[in-house]
């Protein structure tokens, strides 16, 4: 039998944040302005945020497992209507602290929003970020201002997925190595670790919280078509990214050349985990009903497919700045009806 995890599809996606998107890294920032670094100290973890200044509705930005200084040329944008913050999660320096699961992270945010007086913000932030946003949402509506996904969240729900390749462990095990943990361990998830929506459980749960998300030209993320292990195969191959970790260091490497092999992920791709994504979607997408505004994205294709990474607020500003100052604008109206 094949290994699997409990959850591929969120080891993909933390390594999507430490691998792919670096390619972007040198694209246009966009305006830098000066920013006041600090710390809030909770729960034995000393969090780093960045406060970029300005006045009115505050922004809390999170893009885990990436510091605060990540949004340095997306956050002054908004700062002549808005407070913006962002925060770098516990275990990500400059931030200290014993990492954890949702709730913890979650927590984290309400945290910094509590030690700066803030009693309502909007809440920015994309992949795994998107469920500490679910979170709060659904545990803590009177502190939520407005919800904006960079990416629709595509992880809940899928706990309980197998592997019948075996690729998504050794993605698990790479992302482990490359973040300093122990790839042995990959597999090995606490309850903590994961966070199943209440939308998720129940068709009647809903979310009466105004949204906004991005999507393809297709209406989707477009994650179920990118057959992911095969895109950290072709860098490994080609020598664009080295994993710590020799175990799936060499996997990749077999997997860069071997047809066959390549073969079977794309079929466990399609079998299991693009029909699993979908359902994940439409479930978020119904949950928030009317409330949520869905953008289609014309973005470019990564390993020829268009795919809503979640970056773009870093790789191509252009194409969401307008969208998310238009729902900006719209929950500045909202909190002054209150």
């Known amino acids: 039998m094949k290994p699997t995890i409990r959850t591929p599809l969120a080891a993909a996606l933390a390594f ?9 890294q ?12 600090a710390f809030v100290y909770v729960d034995g973890a000393r969090l780093h945020y960045l406060d970029f200044g300005g006045e009115g509705l505050p922004l809390l930005l999170t893009a885990a497992p990436w510091p605060a200084e990540i949004w340095k040329g997306f956050a002054p944008r908004f700062t002549d209507l808005h407070r913006v913050l962002a925060i770098t999660p516990r ?7 014993e990492g954890g699961g949702y709730v913890r992270h979650a927590n984290d945010m309400l945290a910094v929003l509590d030690a700066l007086g803030i009693e309502r913000a909007v809440l920015i932030g994309n992949n795994h970020p998107a469920q500490l946003l679910i979170y709060i949402a659904e545990h803590y509506p009177d502190r939520v201002a407005g919800l904006v996904f960079l990416a629709p969240a595509s992880e809940a729900g899928l706990e309980d997925v197998d592997d019948p390749s075996g690729a998504m462990y050794m993605v698990e095990r790479a992302a482990r190595s490359t973040q300093g943990g122990d790839p042995d361990e990959a597999g090995t998830w606490e309850p903590e670790d994961f966070y199943r929506p209440k939308y998720f459980a129940a068709d009647t749960a809903t979310l009466a919280i105004p949204a906004l998300t991005f999507v393809t030209l297709e209406g989707t993320r477009g994650m179920e078509h990118s057959y992911y ?11 664009d990214l080295s994993i710590p970790d020799s175990t799936s260091q060499t996997y990749f490497e077999r997997l860069a050349v071997d047809e066959a092999m390549q073969a079977e992920v794309r079929a466990a791709w399609d079998s299991v985990f693009a029909p699993a994504m979908l359902v994940n979607e439409r479930a978020f997408m119904r949950a928030f009903g009317d409330h949520l505004r869905v953008i289609r994205l014309d973005v470019p294709p990564m390993n020829g497919v268009p795919v809503v990474t979640g970056y773009e607020f870093r790789d191509a500003p252009e194409l969401i700045e307008s969208h998310v100052r238009r729902f900006l604008d719209e929950a500045i109206e909202r909190e002054a009806r209150r």
Do not use: M
């Open 16 to 24: 999507c944040a430490l691998a792919l998107p670096i390619r972007a």
């Open 26 to 37: 040198d694209t246009a920032d966009g305006p830098e302005a000066a920013y006041d670094s």
């Open 91 to 97: 275990g990500v320096p400059p931030s200290v602290g």
């Open 229 to 239: 292990p095969l895109e950290i195969a072709a860098l490994v191959g080609a020598g």
